[in-house]
């Protein structure tokens, strides 16, 4: 039976939304890599274990129990999942904080810092969208661990031990140039849906903002053509059953302010057996379509054993509004028999046709492929699956250890012409493809790299290893020998791709590209997480380290342009195993791009970490971004 590298020792599961505080998960957002062989006879035959699916823990745990099985959860739910409590004590002092002098310390112009926050949080998972009637006017969102680093009390407990991953939004009305807001509760915060006190965070969903749910991420992002911006996510407990796809309403007002409304729950659960991972959002904001406004999203149900809590399969669920939002029809699946998928991403054409593309197999196949089905009566009735491509499932790119998967981005064009983007690749050589289809999606084009082939740049070498101490062996690799850099450097590899069409035809197809490999210091010894994502006490080898940049190409012209401005390390925030689940682009009518991607170039300090408090200690975290173009 074949096992893919996703799912060996050498390659722990890392990472959705966000990261977490009590106990083992959390939700949201969205990494996964699919199929070799899916449940059989044979498999059920056998004597299995079982699994306490009322947690999230234990959902996780029966997903990677299924034998022969590579379909995941989101990287949010699995990072969240992974995440352990920390107890309140009194502030620390780090012996070592991992960095590299390579990296940057600010967001360098013109690339522009969306989210405000000071305190060093965490933001990932980036979705973004434009106001079809004022290309000036953008919405972004992403997972927000704000709470984490919040310095008020909720009783005597600090916020930031309550505060699992949220929803997080901020909003342009200057073409991005500048954004709002910050998040900043008083010092005796209470759970509210105010304002003036969540600030960035989607109210109505998380405990902390008023909702019902320990937390939520996984966000998407999509406008009407009113100019009512629509949000997506998820809301989930770590601990229990319920959970939900959330959407809800933003509205601007004469200032150019945006408020949100309460969330609106599609397909809530208390049944053990269902989980709602990894939804996505799209509006027809087609003037003079049939299905005008009609809001649709789309989402993986997972689905286990009432009894034995194993995974039974994942299809590809969906539900759609004609009211704004209010409410919803009743969920259904989509996927036909393609019943093992994740990573779904509806689009609609200009005439007011919904496309829906995800990654997924069938029970007897032995890879995945790129998916779609159409409804050309606003969700009605749907064709049978479409297989785009065939791919290989994306694995860790060379001298990483973030999770990464191989969910589609998909648009379509003025025309009607759909493109549709993707990771595939063996080990070692994951390469952002496209595919375009010229007919409404009855036929597809062969696969063609994004990007030209390259090798990467090697940076930052030599360096002497350390020498040898109690915690670190010459064995270990302290042996104060020279390291230097590899040779051959390896390829260029891709991740995480987007795809945005702009009114003038223009298609652009953004992804990070690891170009660089430098050298990075590893941890040795130090305490556990949260407090080791900070503190290290003995600094171990030095080992070669993939560092990324964000490239747009202009399939139109052929242009390819490298949009962020310093190279990315993803060592950061999450101990280098969760960098999120995807990027986003969106063009407005101005015909101008905006790509939105994670990045860790921005040196804040921090005081409050998941209920730690340390003494003020300038890290490297996770912010979210935007580049413009042409």
């Known amino acids: 039976m074949k096992t893919r590298r996703w799912f060996t020792s050498s390659n722990p599961v890392r990472s ?60 949010f739910i699995e990072q969240e999942a992974e995440e352990e409590s920390a107890p309140f004590t009194a502030a620390i002092t780090p012996t070592h904080v991992l960095t590299s002098p390579l990296d940057g310390t600010t967001i360098v112009p013109p690339n522009v810092l969306v989210n405000q926050d000071t305190a060093a949080a965490p933001q990932n998972e980036t979705a973004i969208a434009v106001d079809p009637n ?28 309550l505060g699992d991953a949220y929803s997080g939004t901020y909003y342009s009305n200057n073409g991005g140039s500048t954004w709002c807001c910050n998040s900043s509760p008083s010092s005796s915060y209470a759970p509210t849906t105010d304002p003036s006190q969540i600030g960035t965070l989607i109210p109505g969903v998380e405990h902390l903002v008023g909702g019902p749910y320990d937390a939520g991420g996984d966000p998407s992002v999509a406008f009407d053509s009113q100019g009512h911006v629509f949000y997506a996510g998820l809301g989930f407990n770590r601990t229990s059953a319920p959970n939900t796809v959330a959407v809800n309403k933003g509205t601007f007002d004469g200032s150019g302010n945006l408020t949100w409304g309460p969330p609106t729950f599609i397909n809530p659960t208390t049944s053990p057996s269902t989980l709602n991972d990894k939804e996505w959002i799209a509006v027809d904001s087609h003037v003079g379509s049939p299905f005008q406004d009609r809001i649709y999203v789309t989402w993986t149900r997972f689905l286990f054993s009432a009894g034995t809590g194993a995974y039974v399969q994942s299809p590809i669920f969906f539900a759609s509004s004609s009211d704004g939002g209010h409410t919803f029809t009743a969920p259904k699946s989509i996927a036909g028999n393609v019943l093992y998928g994740q990573g779904s991403r509806p689009v609609v054409g200009p005439d007011g046709t919904l496309y829906v593309f995800w990654d997924g197999a069938t029970r007897l196949a032995t890879t995945d492929s790129t998916w779609m089905v159409k409804s050309s009566d606003g969700g009605a009735t749907w064709s049978k699956p479409v297989a785009v491509a065939p791919l290989i499932d994306s694995s860790p790119l060379n001298d990483t250890v973030f999770r990464v998967n191989s969910f589609p981005a998909a648009a379509a064009a003025p025309n009607g012409d759909l493109y549709a983007t993707w990771t595939t690749g063996n080990p070692g050589a994951s390469t952002a493809v496209y595919s375009k289809s010229t007919d409404g999606g009855a036929t597809w084009s062969a696969p063609a790299r994004v990007f030209a082939a390259g090798n990467r740049i090697a940076d930052g070498y030599p360096v002497t ?99 962020s401005t310093h190279p990315i390390n993803t060592r950061y925030g999450f101990g280098g195993g969760f960098f999120g689940d995807y990027t986003d682009m969106a063009t407005g009518s101005d015909n101008v791009f905006h790509a939105f991607w994670t990045d860790s170039n921005k040196v804040q300090n921090v005081t409050w970490f998941y209920g730690l408090e340390f003494t003020p200690t300038p890290i490297h975290q996770q912010d979210v971004v935007t580049g413009s173009g042409p």
């Open 134 to 161: 004022n290309p000036n006017r953008i919405v972004g969102g992403a997972n927000d661990y704000v709470t984490r680093t919040w310095s008020c009390f909720v009783g005597t407990t600090p916020c930031s031990a």
């Open 465 to 563: 290893q350390p020498s040898p101490s109690a915690d670190c062996t010459a064995v270990q690799g302290c042996d104060g020998s020279t390291f230097i850099a590899p040779s051959p450097t390896g390829p260029i590899e891709d991740i995480f791709p987007a795809v945005s069409v702009g009114a003038d035809g223009h298609v652009y197809l953004g992804a990070y590209r690891g170009t660089y490999v430098s050298p990075w210091q590893t941890c040795a010894a130090g305490p556990a997480p949260p407090e080791g994502r900070i503190n290290c006490t003995t600094l171990g080898p030095y080992i070669n380290n993939t560092r990324l940049e964000y490239v747009v190409r202009d399939v139109t012209s052929n242009a390819a342009t490298l949009v």
């Open 16 to 75: 959705h939304l966000r990261i977490a505080i009590a106990g083992a998960l959390v939700l949201v957002a969205g990494a996964m890599v699919f199929v070799a062989l899916r449940p059989s006879s044979a498999f059920a035959a056998q004597s299995a274990p079982t699994y306490n699916i009322n947690t999230l823990a234990g959902k996780v745990a029966s997903l990677r129990g299924t034998a022969g099985l590579q379909i995941r959860f989101s990287a």
